[in-house]
């Protein structure tokens, strides 16, 4: 059975900082690039970050450039996104995406 179960999620002051990790199962982990999504409240969902197989190529959404930093291990089969310098607008549901599988999310709330 294929599972992406992210953790690490929860409310911090702006300025903050929080470490999501995605563990993966049931699938070829390090065979695929592996992405993180978010999603606000009224929103569409959005790519923030990416990582391909090896972690030789990476994408990140201009609005985390230099805040987010996406890892992966494949020895743990786990893709990790630390946040640093969080903002209010960064307060979304942050799912873990490989292919055409998806996390059930992890809620990140960034307030005061």
């Known amino acids: 059975q294929v599972r992406l179960v992210e953790s690490g999620g929860g409310l911090v002051q702006p300025g903050g900082s929080l470490r999501l990790s995605c563990a993966a199962s049931?699938?070829?982990?390090?065979?695929?690039?592996v992405s993180w999504y978010r999603q606000a409240p009224g929103k569409d969902r959005e790519l923030v970050a990416a990582?391909?197989?090896?972690?030789?190529?990476?994408f990140y959404l201009d609005s985390v450039k230099g805040r987010f930093t996406i890892s992966r291990s494949n020895a743990m089969n786990t893709v990790y996104l630390e946040m640093n310098s969080l903002e209010s607008e960064d307060t979304a549901v942050y799912y873990c995406?490989?292919?055409?599988?998806w996390g059930q999310g992890t809620q990140v709330t960034v307030s005061s």
């Open positions: 049931g699938f070829t982990f390090r065979g695929y690039r």
């Open positions: 990582i391909t197989t090896a972690g030789l190529r990476i």
């Open positions: 995406n490989a292919d055409r599988y």
